[in-house]
């Protein structure tokens, strides 16, 4: 896509800090990290999100993750990594190209994840029920 940044750096149009790339991926340094080696992985076709993605390309995505975040840990020194992706604007995904983050964690790094909820009475199981349906 022509403007899509992150297709200008699979191209090479613009620069980067890859720190893996084979014939389907490319990770590379995102340039405004949650902490120090936070590492995207894209895949080298244009897909905007997870749920307009081949699964031939989703699954290069995710070996590909597993290899990089193993070198994010032993590279930064963390003792775990959080991996996510966020899919679509309210999901505060801003490039509409899809990618998966790798961020370093350690004990007490201060980043905190979401707040958690509870259901109502039968509330899940009807919810779960409407997940199924759509299946």
């Not at 389907?24 to 897909?47: E, M, Y």
């Not at 190209?97 to 909820?117: E, F, N, V, Y």
Request: with cysteine.
């Amino acid at each position: 896509m022509r403007d899509c940044i992150f297709c200008k750096i699979i191209s090479g149009e613009l620069p980067s800090a890859k720190v893996y790339e084979n014939d389907a991926v490319v990770a590379f340094l995102d340039i405004h990290p949650v902490r120090p080696g936070h590492t995207l992985v894209v895949p080298k076709i244009h897909c905007e999100n997870l749920m307009d993605c081949n699964p031939e390309a989703l699954s290069a995505m995710m070996e590909a993750a597993q290899k990089v975040a193993r070198a994010v840990v032993s590279g930064t020194g963390a003792e775990g990594f959080n991996l996510g992706v966020n899919n679509g604007a309210a999901a505060g995904q801003v490039i509409f190209h899809l990618h998966l983050h790798i961020i370093p964690r350690s004990r007490g790094d201060g980043l905190a994840l979401w707040g958690q909820t509870e259901y109502k009475e039968g509330e899940m199981v009807a919810l779960a029920e409407k997940i199924k349906t759509s299946l």
